[in-house]
């Protein structure tokens, strides 16, 4: 037998993890920097990695309290009602979730190209169908209404990232809320702010409270540094938040994730740590790498290098660990991770060398 026809789906490429490059090149990781995945250079918070051993001696009872306080704490701080939060495994599961409680077979969904690849993966597992919006290199990838509207042909669900991975770039508020006004009744604009901590500027959960036609993707993978233990949210409007109940995966989320999740919500150390050596790191890249780049809102800078595998396979040779983007589209370009500063000088000292020879 056979599993159903999957050759219209796609396989996710994630960054490489340190472990499997330190052995293929017998290298001690150690001495690997990585900075291909967007992960919090500082580790997890501490006061979650306290969260998660603490949480290891009740980790044979269902997450029932921890998964109810998390979603009030998280309600709290976005001044929503707490049906309007929806847990999932990583961000990822919530799209997951959206898509569930969306789509019917065959209806289509409009995703940016380049861009993240879940969005399209997570459609068709819901038997959705993929249509894409076109960021223009020549226009420096802009972020605009017209970016999207002018793919637009009715889709059920619109996904906007911002800040946008991978060229770091942003939508302001105006015009989020000119897609949402723009696109049909029954479209939902899903706003991804995994990276949203990075940026200055308002949160689209703003636009939450008087609207149906829009939700907001939130992460506990980045700022948190929390991407192994996978827990990321949604905020979702309050006339169709009830959805939930009836598309979630019981208990979306694990006993450990929801003790570190509210760990992690309360150690604004780290977080602030995190977001000022990001914002460190990309004007350090700008201003010293000698290829050039994009503005970034996240925590990653995108680099136009030539041939990005060419040149990310030599660097990580030397290791340096970045993101090659030819799977997003992108063969020229590199994605760089904010590492910690010493990381960073040594990345961009290293690719400048790669560079030159
Ligand atoms: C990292 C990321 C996510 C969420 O990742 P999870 O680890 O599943 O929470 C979502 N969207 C974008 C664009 C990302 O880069």
Redesign the pocket.
Same mark, same amino acid.
Do not use: E, P
């Given at each position: 037998m056979e599993p159903r026809d999957l050759s219209a789906h796609t396989v996710y490429q994630a960054g490489r993890g340190i472990e499997e490059v330190a052995r293929d090149l017998g290298l001690d990781p150690d001495d690997l920097v990585k900075l291909a995945? !967007?992960e919090n250079p500082f580790g997890p918070s501490p006061a979650a990695v306290e969260a998660i051993r603490e949480a290891a001696a009740t980790a044979s009872s269902y997450p029932k309290a921890s998964h109810a306080d998390l979603t009030e704490k998280l309600a709290d701080e976005w001044g929503v009602s707490p049906g309007q939060i929806w847990l999932? !495994?990583?961000? #990822?599961?919530?799209?997951d979730y959206l898509a569930r409680a969306m789509l019917e077979p065959g209806d289509t969904v409009l995703v940016p190209e380049p861009?993240?690849a879940?969005y399209g993966m997570s459609a068709r597992f819901h038997h959705g169908e993929v249509e894409r919006y076109h960021l223009s290199k020549a226009d420096d990838f802009a972020l605009t209404a017209e970016t999207v509207l002018s793919d637009y042909d009715d889709e059920r669900v619109v996904y906007l990232?911002s800040p946008?991975?991978p060229t770091g770039g942003r939508f302001d508020l105006e015009a989020v809320e000119t897609v949402a006004d723009e696109t049909g009744e029954d479209t939902l604009v899903v706003v #991804?702010e995994?990276?949203g901590e990075f940026a200055e500027g308002p949160s689209a959960v703003e636009l939450v409270d008087s609207r149906d036609d829009v939700a907001v993707?939130r992460?506990?993978?980045?700022v948190y540094g929390l991407?192994g233990v996978?827990?990321?949210y949604g905020v979702v409007p309050e006339t169709w938040a009830d959805a939930y109940a009836r598309v979630n995966t019981p208990f979306a989320a694990s006993e450990v994730a929801c003790r570190a999740g509210l760990a992690a919500l309360d150690d604004d150390d780290h977080a602030e740590k995190t977001v000022e050596t990001a914002a460190w790191a990309r004007e350090y890249v700008y201003e010293r790498l000698d290829a050039p780049t994009w503005e970034s809102h996240a925590n990653f800078v995108l680099a136009e290098v030539g041939d990005a595998a060419g040149v990310a396979d030599v660097l990580q040779r030397r290791g340096v660990i970045v993101r090659d983007c030819t799977s997003f589209g992108l063969p020229e370009c590199v994605r760089i991770t904010c590492g910690t500063k010493d990381e960073t000088r040594r990345a961009v000292s290293e690719l400048n060398e790669v560079l030159s020879s």
């Open positions: 995945s !967007n999932g !495994n990583g961000g #990822d599961g919530v799209l861009g993240f879940y990232t946008h991975n #991804d995994a990276y993707l992460t506990f993978s980045k991407a996978r827990l990321g």
